[in-house]
């Protein structure tokens, strides 16, 4: 049954029209939860005693609907197996499996015999079969290569095994993904650019066979039950129960799908911030270097300015000596050298001069 949507009007109607444990029954709710609606609804309900007076046809008053602000439709929801109430909304994984189970280029079955196998399942059969270059059987399961599709079953179950996988790929690809080899040497399902390393092994028991002395050496055995593994962050398994992994494509493919968005749109999110990150940092030193200039350019204008008092401070000096010079009456040769290179010097250390000088321009 889908949920029921009702306005509070309508509500009204059906909860003086018969009781509350009628009403349960037939919208699969609870009267308890009704009664909360309808309280939170402002909406009035028939007091003990109602339904027993209209069942002995005796008069009865019905409460009119009182005026309200609130919003006027609610939900009828289904209850939990426990009884409490639940929101029905679709998860993301059941709306991908429902695509997946709708899209009819999909096929989630697993043949009975291995019909045109992918090329990687062609090389894992190499491997994995006796008749070929193949594996020798080690604590009873034959594994494949590095490099190759990573299968580790018994002999027996190599059939299956590779059945089961040529279908995941078929499946994969169906899906427009891709699957190859990663850097590590391993087989990888790539899903939105994020690999996923994939890995089918079969379960192994592990015990002890008796000898003359008791216990003897460790062995294992196969248990003829598969495990479907994604070997990357984060591991996930699936594993044979009443459900054998074959009947499990779609959730593998709906988990894959989903963490692989996952994984991208964190992905996105981080580039985002070290993008955002490295903005603020260039602005940053953008900030420091346009400060530091600024800096180096005042430091520069207080440079000018003191060389320009130092130089009128010096011209001063200059002209008291020749002052000096003139009241003495003397005139001597040495000295208006040394008045003449006093002059040039000044020139030259005023910034607003800044005359040449061959032997100070480089200073």
Not at 8 to 30: F, Q
Not at 261 to 268: D, G, H, V
Not at 310 to 325: G, H
């Amino acid at each position: 049954m889908d949920d029921i949507q009702l306005t509070r009007h309508e509500l009204y109607d059906l909860v003086w029209a018969e009781p509350l444990s009628r009403l349960a029954k037939k919208y699969n709710i609870s009267d308890n939860g009704l009664r909360k609606i309808c309280k939170k609804m402002n909406i009035p309900m028939p007091a003990n005693g109602y339904w027993q007076k209209i069942h002995h046809q005796k008069s009865v008053v019905k409460e009119n609907l009182p005026t309200y602000q609130g919003k006027d439709l609610i939900t009828l929801c289904f209850r939990d197996s426990e009884g409490n109430y639940v929101e029905k909304t679709e998860s993301p994984d059941s709306i991908l499996k429902k695509e997946f189970l709708g899209d009819s280029k999909l096929s989630f079955r697993v043949s009975d015999r291995l019909t045109n196998p992918d090329q990687l399942v062609i090389q894992a059969q190499q491997t994995l079969t006796k008749d070929k270059r193949g594996s020798q059987p080690y604590n009873g399961v034959v594994t494949t290569f590095s490099g190759e599709l990573n299968i580790r079953v018994s002999p027996s179950k190599v059939s299956r095994a590779l059945r089961f996988m040529d279908a995941f790929i078929k499946l994969v690809r169906a899906r427009k993904h891709d699957i190859t080899n990663s850097r590590y040497g391993k087989i990888c399902v790539v899903i939105f650019g994020v690999e996923s390393e994939i890995l089918l092994k079969e379960k192994m028991k592990i015990f002890r066979p008796q000898d003359k002395y008791g216990l003897g050496p460790q062995e294992f055995q196969p248990t003829g039950i598969f495990s479907f593994i994604i070997d990357s962050y984060p591991r996930k398994e699936w594993t044979d129960s009443k459900q054998l992994i074959e009947d499990k494509l779609s959730d593998i493919l709906v988990y894959l799908e989903l963490k692989s968005n996952k994984i991208l749109q964190e992905r996105i999110e981080d580039e985002r911030i070290r993008q955002i990150r490295a903005e603020e940092e260039r602005k940053k030193m953008e900030f420091l270097a346009l400060k530091h200039k600024e800096l180096n350019a005042f430091e520069d204008l207080f440079n000018q300015a003191l060389r320009w008092q130092q130089a009128r401070f010096m011209r001063d000096y200059l002209s008291t000596v020749i002052e000096n010079e003139k009241c003495n009456l003397t005139t001597d040769t040495e000295l208006n050298d040394w008045i003449n290179w006093a002059k040039q010097k000044i020139d030259w250390y005023d910034p607003l001069i800044k005359a040449k000088d061959d032997l100070l321009d480089d200073t």
